[in-house]
């Protein structure tokens, strides 16, 4: 049974950070992509970041890069979303993901389609 789990967000203000976390257990897969997306209500999930395990290459949407960081602790089966100079429209519900990547390449992680196993979100208000 997979189960992702969020934690770490909150309310903060402009300019504030948050580190986000998500705990993954029991992923059937070994070659993945981890991703945190976010989503508004009345719109469209978007893809914020997303890390592959071969290598840990990892990509930013430009809405976030520079300010956001994506990382993993293999170890625990934890990846984190370091998201720091936050703005009013980062205020959302964040989600993480996890799919089989079976391209083995970075690219491959970009697609909401890639993701299989999704948690229940985090939400980030900023204000």
């Known amino acids: 049974h997979v189960q992702l789990v969020e934690s770490g967000g909150g309310s903060v203000q402009a300019g504030g950070s948050l580190r986000l976390s998500c705990a993954a257990v029991?992923?059937?897969?070994?070659?993945?992509?981890m991703g945190w997306f976010r989503q508004v209500p009345g719109k469209e999930r978007e893809g914020v970041a997303f890390?592959?395990?071969?290598?840990?290459?990892?990509y930013y949407a430009d809405s976030v890069k520079g300010r956001f960081t994506i990382s993993r602790d293999s170890a625990k089966n934890t990846v984190y979303l370091q998201t720091d100079s936050l703005k009013p429209e980062d205020t959302a519900m964040y989600y993480c993901?996890?799919?089989?990547?079976?391209?083995?390449?970075?690219?491959?992680?970009?697609?909401?389609?890639?993701?299989?196993?999704w948690g229940q979100g985090t939400q980030v208000t900023v204000s």
């Open positions: 029991g992923l059937g897969y070994g070659s993945r992509c």
């Open positions: 890390i592959y395990s071969g290598g840990g290459a990892v």
């Open positions: 993901a996890a799919g089989p990547n079976i391209l083995g390449r970075i690219g491959y992680c970009y697609s909401t389609l890639t993701y299989k196993d």
